[in-house]
C-alpha cells in the first residue's frame, strides 16, 4: 500500500490531552510503522512560525491557518500531517478542512470537562488564568467551539491515554488511512519484506 498524505488535527482545551496523544501517534506511525509523519504542535509553532503573534481572535486564527498551510502542503505530498493546537474556532479549524480536502483531514476532539483540565493544570496556567494574570484564556474567559462532527471523539476526563491512542489508531486503520498491523504485529509490507528475506538465506 503506498502512502496516503492525510492530516490529524487534534482541537481541545489545554490540558484536554491534544499534545500527549499527538506524540503517541506520531511514534506509532513513524517509528514502529515506518511512515513519513510530522508533527505541528500549538507550542512549538508559537516559537517559530507564529512567533509574535498572540492570543485575540485574530490572531488565533492566522496561527491556526499558518498550521493548516503547512499541514496542506505535507498532506498534498502524501506525507501524515498531525496538528495539535487548541484551536479553539469551529470557522478556521473548517477552513483547513476544505482546504485540504475533507476526505483528508481526521479532526480529533479531545473532551475534557473543564473541572478536570483545571485540576490537571499542566502549565500552571489555568490558576493564572483563574487569578486573572493572564487575560483571553481559553475555557476561562475566552471561548471554545466544539466540533460538532468529529471523525474521532476522545473523552480524556473518562479514558485512559491508553485507549484514547487505541481509539485514534483503530479510526486510522478502519477507514484506510493506514494499514492495520497483520497479527504478527508487522504489517503486511514488512512481512512481505521479512519473508524475502528469509527466502533469499534460504530459511524458507
Ligand atoms: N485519555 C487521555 N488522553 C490524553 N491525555 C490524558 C488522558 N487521560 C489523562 N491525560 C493526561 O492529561 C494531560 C494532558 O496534557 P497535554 O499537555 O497533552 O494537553 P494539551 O491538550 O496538549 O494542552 P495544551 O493546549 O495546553 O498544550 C496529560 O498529563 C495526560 O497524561
Ligand atoms: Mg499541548
Not at 36 to 63: A, H, P, Q, W, Y
Not at 186 to 203: Q, R, T
Request: proline share 4%.
Amino acid at each position: 500500500m503506498t502512502q496516503k498524505g492525510f492530516t490529524l488535527w487534534f482541537t481541545g482545551l489545554s490540558g484536554s490531552g491534544k499534545s500527549t496523544l499527538a506524540d503517541l501517534v506520531y511514534d506509532e506511525l513513524k517509528h514502529r510503522r515506518g511512515l513519513k509523519v510530522e508533527k505541528l504542535d500549538g507550542d512549538v509553532v508559537r516559537t517559530n512560525l507564529s512567533k509574535g503573534l498572540g492570543f485575540s481572535k485574530e490572531d488565533r486564527d492566522i496561527n491556526i491557518r499558518r498550521i493548516g498551510f503547512v499541514c496542506n502542503l505535507l498532506t498534498r505530498n502524501d506525507v501524515i500531517a498531525i496538528a495539535s493546537a487548541i484551536s479553539p474556532y469551529r470557522a478556521v479549524r473548517d477552513e483547513n478542512r476544505a482546504l485540504i480536502g475533507p476526505d483528508r483531514f481526521v479532526e480529533v476532539y479531545c473532551e475534557v470537562p473543564l473541572e478536570v483540565a483545571i485540576e490537571r493544570d499542566v502549565k500552571g496556567l489555568y490558576q493564572k488564568a483563574l487569578n486573572g494574570e493572564i487575560k483571553g484564556f481559553t475555557g476561562v474567559d475566552d471561548p471554545y467551539e466544539p466540533p460538532l462532527n468529529p471523525e474521532v471523539h476522545i473523552n480524556s476526563g473518562r479514558e485512559t491515554v491508553e485507549e484514547s491512542f487505541h481509539k485514534i489508531i483503530a479510526y486510522l486503520e478502519e477507514h484506510g488511512f493506514i494499514e492495520p498491523l497483520g497479527e504478527s504485529g508487522y504489517s503486511k509490507e514488512e512481512e512481505e519484506a521479512i519473508s524475502a528475506h528469509l527466502e533469499a538465506l534460504g530459511y524458507l
